[in-house]
């Protein structure tokens, strides 16, 4: 060996620039080190500092993943902010991750246990969320476009040569309503095309670091290119012995295809985009076939339509439970059930749209009565302009579809905090409300008539008390009855965090639905008509969302003041702590330790208090929602449109929220691209985005891209490929220091977990500013919980000596101990309170950044290169 240690660097969400990471300072000189890739390309690429020389004892390298989520390319950064509007998906997508009770090896997870239960309701409503946002669309297409929009001056609003609906053949009956359909399946097209393209981003495997010898060849192969330092290929020594059968999964993450999961994606991506196609078809051909009932070659039609519609909603949900879509096995075929989903659904849009293009039946009432009249904008006074023309039915449909979107919710909640039992209220209330309904209308037959002060609104909000009783039964605790690691580590919400990080996401999702609906009825109407209906209406549910929304802000707002008043709390107890010896502190450090203080404080709210705060504002929105849902399926409007007394103040709260709603989807974007381009709001804000991206799209596949699937194998061929060097080849290493910060530990502790035994012996972590157990150990438990986060400290551990440091400062409010094996070192900052050494300025607080700066990194680094240099023999070949 050459005697050498690599420190290889991995920055966190802030995306560092390489020399930064590296430490190049500016100096005197036109000759400034700069830092060289060595391997990689511009978007994820490994440096190393041109002043680095080959007898270095420890060299220092830098791997930039930051490109994968970031950069200042415009045409990237359109396309990342239209991902950040798919937030909802990946909040949904991580609530897989964060369920208790993941059995090590995915294979050995059973449908009827509580993970695999909550695993496929979690699924589920996934699924819904695509519908969600396709139901969106679909009303904006069909019944705002092609239902409402009657003549040339609205058509004329709408971006295109649409007018051609508005008269002859094509104003008949429901061909507009064709048309209109073209709008959520344009989505769809869209959607499915962005998945296509980022299949290739995550189809990232570890290469092997070493080519098989071939026997007979009479040569010994070469090392694969591009990995080495840009020397040129060396021979390599006798190929490795197979790596011996590993022992039994101890964590999730040591599964090897985990961060493969190409097939995988693929399937899920055909039931979303087939389910989402008959969503939108049902919509528009539903209402049409209730108003029209067919006969004839059309009722043939319609039959065909509808059995595969209900084939392609059963198939996509028997599927989300089966293993071949939930197991993860690398690129594997689509099968034959995704291309029955895939041609079923082409074949439900064809029978759809035929059938809209036919002309009205015999029965039923004639469309066109139905429909609003041409020219409500220029006679508002019109009687037929004075009512509701929306597309029937479709109030009803958003109504339904949200109130079961809530008691999946609260299903997958019960389940992941107290287990199948759970299930029995949710499936309770999901039986009443329907009963209950049909009781008040009087179709319940044999039952007493229904009293008349009963109102489905009441019906609605006991069903969901009922369901609600199922997040409070005792909660199961794990098999291996684990503890915490130490304070504020237990589980994040008392087990229903997967509920939690869902419903967020369904109340974004919501919220960016009903802003789109504000935002085209805004454009399509010219003014309102003097009684105040809008020519254009949007479904009644909307028009909640704007209230619901504004007491929503209200609640952000109290639970930001609460933190605020938690903060200064904080901050005068440290500052107590700090200034306990005030006679011997001078008024400069009494000063400095008020700052000093006040990230104390920032330290103690994020760890110990902030996962308690967004589980207050879960409740209270939990009980907003509760209330919606019930107001929804009333169907009556939250205020008049003349509204007097209370009623105007509530109208004005509601116009504030619709207004706030209308260009919510802009604002998303807009943040979405700020994150990318500026640090300082990507290091406030872009860590939500990091961590949601992190994990595998493994349950909904049109959320963004997970650049982990790149990093991840990445860094697993990188390490494995130097630790793989010839003994006398110059490249040759004794070991190397995986250094994460932040978001880099995490990536760095999956792929220690991924690395097999042979390489992990002469490997040691540095972990610093990091997260594993405040915020990753508490909200997904299966991979860094009590007890899934030892397994990592266990599989560097060698003769009794951890091979893992943590380094952490009490004024970073990101980073903690760990309390796993490892060892812990904890970092002054600031190093002094005042100047010293000719200095002029005060030692700064680093909090969250400059570890490597920091004194005990050095003599901890210094320590740790000694024993991979003497004191880690090297595996012998074959173990493992």
């Known amino acids: 060996m050459a005697g050498r240690v690599l420190e290889l660097r991995v920055h966190g969400v802030s995306n560092t620039p390489p020399d930064q990471i590296l430490g190049l300072q500016p100096g005197p000189g036109p000759d400034q080190p700069q830092p060289w890739l060595v391997a990689g390309d511009a978007t994820t690429g490994f440096y190393r500092s041109t002043a680095a020389a080959p007898e270095d004892p420890v060299v220092v390298e830098a791997y930039s993943w930051g ?136 189809a990232e495997m570890p ?28 021979p390599v020594g006798e190929p490795e012995p197979p790596e011996p059968p590993p022992d039994d999964l101890a964590n999730p993450l040591q599964d090897p295809t985990f961060w493969c999961g190409e097939g995988q994606l693929r399937r899920a991506a055909v039931l979303h985009l087939g389910t989402g196609a008959v969503i939108a078809a049902a919509v528009a051909l539903g209402p049409v076939l209730a108003m029209d009932p067919p006969g004839g070659i059309r009722a043939v039609l319609a039959t065909a339509t509808a059995v595969a519609m209900v084939a392609v909603v059963l198939i996509a949900v028997v599927a989300l439970a089966r293993p071949w879509l939930t197991r993860r096995a690398g690129s594997t075929p689509l099968g034959r059930w995704s291309a029955a989903v895939a041609v079923l659904a082409g074949l439900a849009l064809v029978g759809t749209a035929l059938l809209l293009l036919l002309p009205d039946g015999p029965a039923g009432t004639p469309l066109s009565d139905l429909r609003p009249p041409p020219g409500c904008d220029r006679h508002p006074g019109d009687a037929r302009c004075l009512t509701d023309r929306s597309l029937p039915g479709y109030d ?14 609260i299903a997958i909640g019960a389940v992941s905090r107290s ?71 237990d589980l994040a919400w008392a087990g229903r965090g997967p509920a939690v990080l869902a419903g967020f996401g369904w109340v974004l999702c919501v919220a960016n639905s009903a802003g789109l609906f504000h935002w085209v009825t805004d454009r399509l109407n010219n003014a309102p008509t003097p009684s105040g209906r809008s020519p254009i209406t949007m479904p009644t549910p909307v028009l909640w969302a704007g209230l619901a929304f504004s007491i929503a802000l209200i609640g952000l707002l109290g639970v930001a003041l609460r933190a605020l008043v938690l903060l200064a709390r904080l901050r005068r107890e440290e500052y107590a702590a700090l200034t306990s010896q005030r006679h011997a502190l001078s008024a400069h450090e009494l000063r400095r330790c008020r700052d000093v203080g006040f990230y104390h404080a920032l330290h103690r709210l994020v ?145 220690i977990l991924q690395l097999p035994a042979r390489w992990r012996s002469r490997i040691w972590f540095f972990s610093y500013g990091c997260q594993l157990t405040r915020l990753y150990g508490r909200v997904f438990p299966a991979y860094f919980g009590p007890d899934r986060l030892p397994v990592l400290a266990g599989a560097l551990t060698r003769r009794g000596t951890p091979g893992w440091t943590n380094f952490w400062r009490d004024t970073d409010p990101l980073g903690w101990p760990v309390n796993a094996g490892e060892r812990d070192v904890s970092v002054r900052d600031p190093e002094a309170l005042h100047p010293s050494d000719g200095e002029v300025a005060d030692p700064p607080i680093r909090n969250h950044s400059g570890y490597p700066d920091a004194p005990e990194f050095h003599r901890e680094r210094s320590r740790v290169a000694w024993l991979l240099r003497r004191g880690v023999p090297a595996p012998r070949r074959g173990s493992g």
Not at 225 to 233: D, E, I, K, M, V
Not at 454 to 474: E, Q
């Open 207 to 234: 290469a092997n670091p070493v080519v098989p010898w071939t026997a007979g060849s009479g040569a010994r192969e070469t090392e694969p290119a591009g990995y080495g330092t840009g020397l040129p290929p060396q």
């Open 396 to 409: 009803w449909i958003i109504s339904w579809y949200g109130t079961g979107q809530l008691l999946l919710l």
């Open 607 to 751: 760890g110990e208090h902030a996962l308690r705060l967004t589980g207050c504002y879960a409740a209270a929105s939990a009980v907003l929602v509760a209330l919606g849902c019930a107001a929804v399926l009333s169907l009556t409007r939250p205020h008049p449109a003349h509204a007097t007394g209370g009623a105007a103040v509530l109208k004005a709260v509601a116009d504030i929220g619709d207004s706030l709603l209308s260009w919510l989807p802009v604002l998303v974007a807009a943040l979405g691209m700020l994150v990318f381009r500026n640090e300082g709001v990507r290091r406030t804000v872009g860590v939500v985005w990091d961590v949601g991206t992190f994990w595998p799209r493994a349950a909904h596949p049109l959320a963004p891209p997970s650049y982990a699937e790149r990093a991840v194998p990445e860094l697993q061929t990188r390490t494995a490929g130097l630790l793989a060097a010839a003994d006398h080849d110059p490249r040759g290493l004794n070991g190397i220091i995986l250094s994460g910060h932040s978001q880099g530990a995490v990536i760095c502790a999956a792929v």
């Open 67 to 202: 490109q994968l989520t970031s950069g200042a390319r415009t045409a990237r950064d359109v396309e990342r902010a239209l991902w950040t509007v798919l937030l909802p998906f990946t909040l949904a997508n991580i609530a897989l991750h964060a369920r208790p009770g993941i059995p090590p090896d995915p294979d050995t997870e059973r449908w009827g246990s509580r993970s695999g239960i909550a695993a496929w309701l979690i699924r589920l409503f996934c699924l819904s969320l695509t519908g969600t946002l396709v139901l969106t669309f679909a009303g904006v297409g069909v019944d705002l476009i092609g239902w409402q929009c009657v003549d040339a001056a609205c058509l004329g609003r709408v971006p295109g040569p649409w007018e051609f609906l508005g008269r002859g053949w094509w104003s008949e009956g429901a061909r507009a309503l064709a048309v209109g359909l073209l709008v959520p399946v344009a989505l769809l097209g869209v959607l499915g095309l962005a998945t296509w393209r980022t299949y290739q981003y995550e």
């Open 419 to 489: 287990g199948r039992r759970a299930l029995a209220a949710p499936v309770t209330a999901a039986l009443l409300l329907p009963l209950g309904v049909l009781w008040i209308a009087g179709w319940l037959p044999g039952a007493p008539a229904a009293p008349g002060a009963l109102d489905i609104w009441l019906v609605a909000l006991g069903a969901v008390a009922v369901a609600g009783t199922g997040l409070v039964l005792p909660r199961t605790r794990s098999a291996a009855g684990g503890q915490p690691l130490e304070a504020h580590t």
